[in-house]
């Protein structure tokens, strides 16, 4: 494996340099670099320069072209405007760049991370004995994409799902389970997702129906709940049924999604109930937790309510029970105590942000936190319907993820049908093509969207062919494995000695921008960029195809060069999709 030094890096180094020669008081001067329309590159960082050295900008401009190291990289620079500088790249650097790119197999020449750490993730927290709704999309997909980017790039990733696997409503369910012992049995065989999730629903039903009605069950219920808290085994062995079979439900939902989801990454509220006591005896003797009315609380200047009053974070309430903040705080503990973790990120909808915000800085009161350990909750917005409103079924309830996806599955199945004999595809290739491209074209969705932001879920537009959507960019991929199958004994071969068209040009200064995306991905966690670069390098390629014939090429040299070309492209188009967890299959 050998990272592969992108032609933006080396034009920048050569600025740099050039531009510390002509203004030595400068040091290491920033060029500010970036692609351009008028040429590959535009250079505009001599103008702040000039200014804060009281210079003509256009004069220290043309002493920097006199300084730039040319070489095989650069054929042409010029002086343009007030200051700008434009830089055209050889043809033979960008296609020897991409020879090495080529030569570096999956990772395509992208460089490790300089300093990777230990990243724990908290992503796709559905709650024990309740139903995955739309709500829970959005974690599951941005967390997943987050972490297999991370990955790639060196960083040593922990994944969490911090499941709701504690609380007061476990005493109703245990005792009713208790009192009805054989509810939860499977009959013989394995229970498939959808049994578990139809056995938990209609044993929460009937244990609401007496609990709402029973004032003695109500009772032994409760009771049932300091049990639980103390850790009676017999109550610990039923909560312990209820959690598994919510996690056959669990798993089977994100098997549908194509997500791995690992049995000792799931650890729930649960895991840190041993911690909790602890967390409020620090708080309470470092002074960053004080009593107020009872409860355990810390304050914040500047989180007040609606009469002016300030709102606490609220660790043990005044019964003496613990609060979600009791849980999240003795989670960071453990994650940077024991995990040893120096990033903490927490995929969470935007609407807790407040909640975060008061934990993280309660944390870092009580040194939990530091510059060394960081927290970010990378929040998300909305899923929304196509009128813009929160997705709801037609009755105003939540939309069940299950059936979200089986829907999307269909009708992207339905698409593929319609081109499958065009293709040659068997019934099995269009089933297993149809599930590819329908749960693509849900993450693609969510993905191609900056997190933060509300979308509306619109599965016409997902599994269109035509535009921003993951099956433009899933067709594109097996329309090059379609033309490499039928270049009859040519391969792909580099040929730094062509000259390349400007659509080829375009397409190669693209695919070498590859490593930088991923690694400025990564820093910010923002897959929605990578989505975005992925659809870029897509309708370059449509361009690439319209003006540039490859089995037709004028020489062999050319054809060679052409598939050399495309066949990167392919790999690059398939290991960006493979980091945002999305398939791509070879006909389609």
Not at 70 to 86: A, H, Q, R, T, Y
Not at 468 to 497: N, W
Request: glycine letters at 8%.
């Amino acid at each position: 494996m050998a990272s592969v030094t992108s032609l933006t890096a080396s034009v920048h180094q050569r600025l740099a340099d050039a531009l510390s020669a002509a203004l030595p008081e400068a040091g290491s001067a920033d060029p500010l670099l970036r692609r351009s329309d008028r040429a590959d590159f535009q250079a505009n960082g001599i103008l702040a320069l000039a200014k804060k050295a009281k210079a003509n900008p256009r004069e220290l401009a043309t002493q920097v072209v006199a300084r730039v190291e040319s070489g095989d990289v650069i054929k042409d620079i010029e002086v343009s405007g007030p200051g700008f500088l434009n830089i055209t790249i050889t043809d033979r650097a960008i296609v020897s760049n991409l020879a090495e790119r080529y030569a570096d197999g999956e990772r395509l020449g992208v460089p490790l991370a300089e300093n990777p750490g230990t990243t724990v993730i908290d992503y796709a927290q559905p709650n024990v004995a309740k139903e995955m709704h739309v709500g829970h999309l959005r974690s599951a997909v941005i967390g997943d994409a987050v972490v297999q980017i991370l990955e790639f790039t060196g960083e040593s990733v922990v994944r969490r799902h911090h499941i709701g696997d504690w609380g007061t409503q476990f005493g109703m369910l245990i005792q009713y389970l208790i009192e009805h012992p054989h509810e939860l049995d499977h009959k013989g065989g394995e229970v498939s997702g959808e049994e578990a999730m139809s056995n938990l629903n209609r044993l929460y039903k009937a244990a609401r129906t007496v609990f709402d009605s029973d004032e003695e069950f109500k009772t032994r219920a409760r009771r049932r709940v300091v049990d639980l808290q103390a850790g009676e085994p017999e109550t610990l062995a039923m909560w312990q049924k209820f959690v598994d079979e919510s996690k056959i439900y669990f798993y089977s939902v994100f098997d549908k999604l194509d997500m791995e989801i690992r049995d000792p990454d799931v650890v729930g509220e649960s895991g840190y109930n041993d911690m909790l006591d602890e967390t409020c005896r620090l708080l309470e003797e470092s002074g960053v937790a004080v009593r107020s009315d009872g409860a355990l609380c810390v304050f914040f200047d500047d989180v007040k309510g609606p009469d002016g009053n300030p709102v606490p974070l609220i660790v043990r309430k005044s019964d003496g029970g613990y609060g979600y903040a009791a849980t999240d705080l003795s989670a960071i503990r453990d994650r940077v105590v024991n995990l040893k973790a120096d990033s903490l990120i927490y995929v969470v909808d935007a609407r807790q942000s407040l909640h975060f915000k008061m934990v993280f800085e309660t944390a870092r009161r009580a040194g939990w936190l530091n510059d060394d350990v960081k927290a970010h909750q990378l929040a998300f917005g909305t899923v929304l319907g196509k009128d813009g409103k929160p997705f709801k079924t037609r009755e105003g309830e939540t939309v069940r993820l299950v059936d979200l996806l089986d829907e999307a599955v269909e009708r992207a199945t339905a698409v593929v049908g319609e081109k499958r004999e065009k293709v040659g595809l068997t019934d099995e290739e269009v089933v297993e093509n149809g599930r590819y491209v329908g749960i693509g074209a849900v993450k693609y969705a969510d993905l191609s969207t900056s997190a933060v932001r509300d979308y509306k879920f619109d599965l016409d537009q997902m599994v269109s062919l035509n535009g921003d959507t993951s099956v433009y960019l899933q067709y594109a991929y097996a329309r090059i494995r379609s033309i490499l199958r039928k270049s009859e004994g040519a391969a792909p071969v580099a040929h730094p000695e062509l000259e390349l068209a400007p659509a080829e040009r375009a397409l190669g200064l693209h695919l070498d921008q590859f490593g930088e995306t991923v690694l400025e991905v990564a820093a910010a966690y923002e897959p929605h960029k990578l989505a975005a670069y992925l659809y870029q390098l897509a309708s370059l390629l449509t361009t690439f195809y319209d003006q540039c014939p490859v089995l037709k090429a004028e020489t062999a040299e050319l054809k060679e060069n052409r598939l050399f070309l495309i066949g990167l492209t392919a790999r690059t188009l398939h290991q960006g999709m493979a980091l945002l967890g999305i398939r791509t299959p070879e006909r389609l």
